[in-house]
C-alpha cells in the first residue's frame, strides 16, 4: 500500500472514530435527558405517596377537625354547617313531589311520584338554560323565570285536578351556591359565584324570593327544603337503605355531609331536635392537614388559583383539579428534556388538561397506548410521542389518581371514626349494644359525583383503601354505595319527608 492509501485508510478510519464519538456522545446526552425525566416522575411519585401509616393518620386529623369545627365557629378548616335537616326519608313517602336545582348556566325541574315501600312510581326532568341577561338583571326578574319554567312544567305533567290534590305540594330546593343557612327552609346568599351577579339577592333569603315568584305566577307550592348536593345524595342513600350515615359528593368538586347526634353540635348549645339528630355540611372541600402529601406542582396550582390558601382537600383530590396537576408534571418532564419535542405553550396553559382526558389517557388499554397519543397531540399540540414517553405519562396520571382517591377514603374513615363506625369506638360505639360477640353494625356511605361513579380506576383505588384503613375485621361492615342526582330526586325526596309537618322539629334555644 502507497504512502496516499495508507493516509486515506488512516483518515477513513479517523472519520469513522470521529463519527462513532459524535454518536455515542448523542446516546449519552439523549440517555441523560431520558434519566433526567424519569427521575421528575420518581420524585413526583414518591412526595405523592399515600401509605395506609399516613393515611391513618390523615383519619385522625379529619376526626380532630371535625371536632373543633362543631366546638366553634371558626375553629376549624371544615365549617361543619347546620343543615336544619334532623330526619331523612325512609323510604315509606308517597305522593308527588317537586325540585328545583340552581346551580349553574343551566337549572333543572324535577317531579317524582312516590308509592311507599321504597318506591318511585314516577320520575319527570327537564332541564333548560338560564338566560345570560338575566344572570346580571334583578332577583325578581331571575325568580320570575324559573317561577314561570316551573308552573309549565307543573302543568305539562300533570293536570290541574291532579296537581291540586298533591299532599303538601312540596318542593325541595336545590341552590348551589354560598349559602348561610337558617332554617331547613329558609338561608341567605353569602356570594355568586359561576358568572351569576345579580346585586340586590346578596345577604337576601333565596328560599323567600322564590316563594314570592312562586305566589307572582300562581303557583300554591310551598319551598319545603332548601338543600345542598351532598345532603341531596345523603337522602338519596337513606331513602333506599336505613344504615346510610353519611354522603360524599367527588365530581368537578368534592363535599360530604353526616348524620350527627345533636348533642355533640356544641357551638349551638340549646340545640334540640326531635330525632336527637342533625345532618352536618362539612364543606370538607376546605379540609387541610401536615399530613396530606403535598407535592411542587400542588404548591404552584394553589398559587396560581383564584382562592390561593383555600379548598386545598379539594385540590388534591376533585375533578376540578387533577387533569391539570397532570399538566404540570408533563410541562416539568418537557421542560427537562427533548422527549416530548419542542416545547408546547399550550403546556403552559392552566386546565388545559381536562379530568376527563387525563381519565381516558389512564385507562388506555390499547397496545400502543394510542389514545395517549391522540389526546397529547389534540390537546396539547404535542406530537410523534415515544411510546416509553407515553407510558410515562400513563404513570403520571396513575400516581396523581390514585393519591385521590386514597385521600378522599381516608376522609371517608375520618367521618366514621368521628361518630363511631370505624371499629376503634370513638365518641359513640360503632358495635351493636347487648351483644356479646360485639359485633359491628352495617354502616352505608353513600356516593356520588363523575370521578367515583365514573372513573373505574378511581372507584377501585378508593374502594381499596378504605378497606386497607379499616382492616380485614371491620370493612366487611362498612358498604360504599353508588347513588344518582342527589341534587334532584334527594330534594324532592326532602321534600317529601318534611312537606307534612306542621311545627318546627329543629329548635336552638
Given at each position: ?69 362543631l366546638a366553634s365557629e371558626g375553629g376549624s378548616k ?176 368534592t363535599n360530604a355531609c353526616y348524620l350527627e347526634r ?195 380506576v378511581f372507584r377501585e383505588y378508593l374502594n381499596e ?45
Amino acid at each position: 500500500m502507497g504512502k496516499l492509501g495508507l493516509g486515506l485508510a488512516v483518515g477513513c478510519a479517523v472519520a469513522s472514530c470521529a463519527i462513532a464519538a459524535v454518536m455515542v456522545g448523542r446516546r449519552v446526552r439523549s440517555r441523560r435527558r431520558w434519566w433526567r425525566v424519569v427521575r421528575a416522575v420518581d420524585e413526583f411519585e414518591e412526595a405523592a405517596l399515600t401509605p395506609v401509616g399516613r393515611l391513618k393518620q390523615v383519619v385522625d386529623a379529619m376526626a380532630v377537625e371535625m371536632h373543633a369545627g362543631l366546638a366553634s365557629e371558626g375553629g376549624s378548616k371544615l365549617k361543619m354547617l347546620l343543615t336544619f335537616v334532623d330526619s331523612l326519608p325512609d323510604g315509606s313517602e308517597s305522593g308527588i313531589y317537586y325540585a328545583l336545582h340552581v346551580g349553574g348556566t343551566y337549572f333543572r325541574i324535577l317531579r317524582i311520584q312516590l308509592g311507599g315501600q321504597k318506591s318511585i312510581l314516577g320520575h319527570d326532568v327537564e332541564r333548560k338554560p338560564i338566560p345570560q341577561h338575566l344572570m346580571t338583571r334583578t332577583s325578581e326578574e331571575f325568580f320570575d323565570f324559573i317561577a314561570l319554567s316551573l308552573k309549565e312544567f307543573v302543568e305539562r305533567t300533570g293536570n290541574n285536578s291532579q296537581y291540586s290534590q298533591v299532599r303538601g305540594k312540596g318542593l325541595g330546593f336545590t341552590f348551589s351556591f354560598p349559602v348561610k343557612q337558617t332554617s331547613l327552609s329558609s338561608g341567605t346568599l353569602i356570594k355568586w359565584t359561576k358568572g351569576f351577579s345579580i346585586d340586590d339577592m346578596v345577604e337576601k333569603d333565596v328560599v323567600e324570593c322564590l316563594q314570592r315568584a312562586l305566589s307572582r305566577r300562581g303557583l300554591d307550592i310551598n319551598v319545603a327544603a332548601l338543600v345542598n348536593d351532598s345532603v341531596g345524595t345523603l337522602a338519596v342513600g337513606h331513602f333506599y337503605d336505613k344504615d346510610t350515615v353519611a354522603a360524599v359528593v367527588i365530581g368537578t368538586g368534592t363535599n360530604a355531609c353526616y348524620l350527627e347526634r345533636a348533642d355533640a353540635v356544641i357551638k349551638c348549645q340549646g340545640l334540640l331536635t326531635t330525632s336527637g339528630g342533625m345532618v352536618i355540611n362539612m364543606e370538607w372541600g376546605n379540609f387541610w392537614s401536615s399530613h396530606l402529601p403535598r407535592t411542587s406542582y400542588d404548591i404552584d396550582l394553589d398559587a396560581d388559583s383564584h382562592n390561593s390558601n383555600d379548598q386545598g382537600f379539594e385540590k388534591m383530590i376533585s375533578g376540578l383539579y387533577l387533569g391539570d396537576i397532570v399538566r404540570r408534571v408533563i410541562c416539568k418532564m418537557s421542560l427537562v428534556s427533548d422527549i416530548f419535542g419542542p416545547f408546547s405553550s399550550k403546556l403552559a396553559t392552566q386546565f388545559a388538561l381536562s379530568t376527563p382526558l387525563m381519565a381516558a389517557m389512564h385507562e388506555d388499554d390499547t397496545p400502543d397506548l394510542s389514545e395517549v397519543a391522540k389526546i397529547l397531540e389534540e390537546t396539547l399540540d404535542i406530537h410523534d410521542v415515544p411510546l416509553k414517553a407515553r407510558k410515562l405519562v400513563v404513570k403520571v396520571c396513575d400516581v396523581v389518581t390514585r393519591r385521590a382517591a386514597r385521600l378522599a377514603a381516608a376522609g371517608i374513615v375520618g367521618i366514621l371514626k368521628k361518630i363511631g363506625r370505624d371499629g376503634t369506638g370513638g365518641i359513640t360505639s360503632g358495635r351493636v349494644k347487648g351483644v356479646k360477640s360485639g359485633k359491628m353494625r352495617r354502616t352505608v356511605v353513600a356516593i356520588e359525583g363523575g370521578l367515583y361513579t365514573s372513573y373505574t380506576v378511581f372507584r377501585e383505588y378508593l374502594n381499596e383503601a378504605v378497606a386497607e384503613i379499616l382492616g380485614e375485621e371491620i370493612a366487611p361492615y362498612v358498604i360504599l354505595k353508588e347513588m344518582e342526582d342527589g341534587s334532584g330526586i334527594g330534594a324532592a325526596l326532602l321534600a317529601a319527608s318534611n312537606s307534612a309537618r306542621s311545627v318546627d322539629t329543629v329548635q336552638v334555644l
